[in-house]
Each structure stands twice: as C-alpha cells, then as structure tokens.
Nanobody, 115 residues
Framework: QVQLVESGGGLVQAGGSLRLSCAAS????????MGWYRQAPGKQRELVAS???????NYVDSVKGRFTISRDNTKNTLYLQMSSLKPEDTAVYYC?????????WGQGTQVTVSS
C-alpha cells in the first residue's frame, strides 16, 4: 500500500520561499517518476513539475526558474523548493506518481501567497 504525505506549506508574502516535502511509504517511490501538482480554488488540478528516477526534470512554464523539484531515494522523499512566490501560486499542492495514480492522492499542503 502506498501513502504520500505532503508537508511544508504555509502563508508567505509575495517574493518569499517555501520548501515542500512529500514522504512516501511503500516500494513504489524509488521506481517511479514523481510529480508535484497543485489545485487552486475553482480550477482543475495541474502538474507543476516532474522528475524521473534518474533525476531529469520538467516544469510548467509558469514556474520555470522559480521552482526546483528534487528527490532523495534513500529517504523516499520528494521535494519542491519554491522561490519568488507569487499570489497566483496559491493552491493546495500534492505529490503523486507521474503520470498520477488516482489511488495515491493525499491530503495535500496549502500554500498561500499574499500580495
């Protein structure tokens, strides 16, 4: 059974930084491409960034140069370093496999960026 637990969200002013973490249980983490996703109020959930098992990364255009996804396979943990945050980054952030498995969605972590 796989469980993904996100943490690290909070309230931050525009221009600030946050580091999100996703702790994964089960064996699936080290053999899976992973992704960070977000869902803003009234909008569909979207992929923010993804990382392969080998460390190759991709980002949605709106976060390129500001967000960095990384993983530590020894700790079964996925990270998202977010800098130069903007109010439009406000959302609930989730981690999941990439592409996502609907069985694995966790509670997410709320990120709120004030202007």
């Amino acid at each position: 059974q796989v469980q993904l637990v996100e943490s690290g969200g909070g309230l931050v002013q525009a221009g600030g930084s946050l580091r999100l973490s996703c702790a994964a249980s089960g064996r699936i983490f080290s053999i899976s491409a992973m992704g960070w996703y977000r869902q803003a109020p009234g909008k569909q959930r979207e992929l923010v960034a993804s990382i392969t098992t080998g460390g190759s990364t991709n980002y949605v255009d709106s976060v390129k140069g500001r967000f960095t996804i990384s993983r530590d396979n020894t700790k079964n943990t996925l990270y998202l370093q977010m800098s130069s945050l903007k109010p439009e980054d406000t959302a609930v952030y989730y981690c999941n496999r990439y592409p996502p498995n609907n069985l694995y969605w966790g509670q997410g972590t709320q990120v709120t960026v004030s202007s």
